[in-house]
């Protein structure tokens, strides 16, 4: 596995998916979904371009930040997080993309409060109603978000989705093409409220291209940068 090489034609990839939507490159961040990787392949990838790490498992991240591995770059929290958890998590990373319950999100804005600064968060919508993934439904999404920006330690930067894995190129475009919707949606209600959610975090190793098509603002990408992962990857904490 050459990891430049992995990110260089990732980044290629987003690019031309960008340009082909008449979309600017610039606006589509690489995260480099970092899950089971060692602290020494983190420190590879920044060496080698990446900007932005996402974890998914507070264990991980805290054993990452405990060497450094992160320097150079930004870390986010991408995973599927526990409330009794939030306080390993907030104030540590710039954006958490997975805020997937009113109860979650009380307890970040909670926490935040406690340290005395401001979470950027995403919500995430589970699209497809998918029992397994956690997630608002989209019916939900307003509501959480008019909660979001009446809670003090949070501000509500966007939207996230993981949707059912791609088996064809195309084949997720509809969800992609929906939750740019809904941020549309959620923001023309709630325009008096003056908020920025302009960020889409959506597309994985599979279906990058369709999400960036689609209006991704942020790809989390694992696998096709670092190659295949062992089973156990998609744990949760
Ligand atoms: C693992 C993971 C990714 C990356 O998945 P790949 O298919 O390996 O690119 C993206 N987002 C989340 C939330 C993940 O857990």
Redesign the pocket.
């Known amino acids: 596995m050459d990891l430049r090489e992995n990110i260089k034609k990732v980044r290629a990839g987003i690019d031309a998916a960008a340009r082909a939507a008449g979309r600017s490159p610039a606006d589509v961040t690489l995260l480099a979904?970092t899950?089971t990787q060692s602290s020494d392949t983190i420190r590879a990838a920044i060496r080698a371009g990446v900007t932005v790490c996402?974890e998914?498992r507070v264990q991980e991240l805290m054993a990452h930040l405990e060497d450094n591995a992160y320097e150079g770059a930004q870390v986010h929290f991408?995973?599927h997080l526990q409330t009794n958890k939030v306080k390993y998590v907030v104030g540590r990373v710039e954006l958490i993309?997975?805020i997937s319950s009113e109860k979650l999100l009380r307890a970040v804005a909670a926490q935040a409060d406690k340290l005395g600064l401001v979470q950027d968060i995403l919500l995430e919508i589970n699209l497809a109603g998918e029992a397994s993934k956690s997630g608002f439904s989209p019916d939900q999404a307003l509501g959480a978000a008019r909660l979001a920006s009446g809670l003090g330690g949070v501000r509500l930067r966007g939207l996230m989705c993981?949707p059912p894995a791609a088996h064809a190129p195309g084949e997720n475009f509809p969800y992609f093409e929906s939750l740019r919707r809904l941020a549309v949606d959620i923001r023309r209600e709630m325009m008096d409220n003056n908020i920025d959610i302009g960020l889409l975090s959506m597309g994985?190793?599979?279906d990058y291209f369709d999400a960036v098509a689609a209006g991704s603002t942020c790809v989390?990408?694992?696998?096709?940068l670092f190659g295949p992962?062992t089973p156990m990857?998609?744990t949760h904490d």
């Open positions: 979904a899950k996402g998914n991408i995973g993309h997975s993981i994985m190793s599979g989390r990408v694992g696998s096709a992962r990857a998609f």
